[in-house]
């Protein structure tokens, strides 16, 4: 089993910026992908970013391309996501999630194996 808890989020002004960070914990030996996704009520869980534990790749979803960046410490079973100028339509809770090795696209939550219970982010316009 993997567990994984996020923590960096928060209530920031429009055009701020936060950190999330997501510690990993357990059998983090079986997960190859590591993700980001977050959920509005009322709607689907949706894709944010996500990054190998191992390599260079990272994805991120059309509308957070150049504001967020997704990174990693090994060392320290970490995952991070730095947002920067955030606007309210990224308001919404976060959830980390880590994906077997094997497992599908990044871009489905269904594809994960294991998630954080998610981390509150609300923008203030």
């Known amino acids: 089993q993997v567990q994984l808890v996020e923590s960096g989020g928060g209530l920031v002004q429009a055009g701020g910026s936060l950190r999330l960070s997501c510690a990993a914990s357990?059998?983090?030996?079986?997960?190859?992908?590591m993700g980001w996704f977050r959920q509005v009520p009322e709607k689907e869980r949706e894709f944010v970013a996500a990054?190998?534990?191992?390599?260079?790749?990272?994805e991120y979803a059309d509308s957070v391309k150049g504001r967020f960046t997704i990174s990693r410490v090994n060392a320290k079973n970490t995952v991070y996501l730095q947002m920067n100028n955030l606007n309210a339509e990224d308001t919404a809770v976060y959830y980390c999630?880590?994906?077997?090795w094997g497992g599908g696209s990044w871009y489905e939550e269904r594809t994960y194996d294991y998630w954080g219970r998610g981390t509150q982010v609300t923008v203030s316009s």
């Open positions: 357990g059998h983090t030996f079986s997960t190859a992908t």
């Open positions: 990054t190998r534990w191992t390599g260079s790749r990272t």
């Open positions: 999630a880590a994906q077997d």
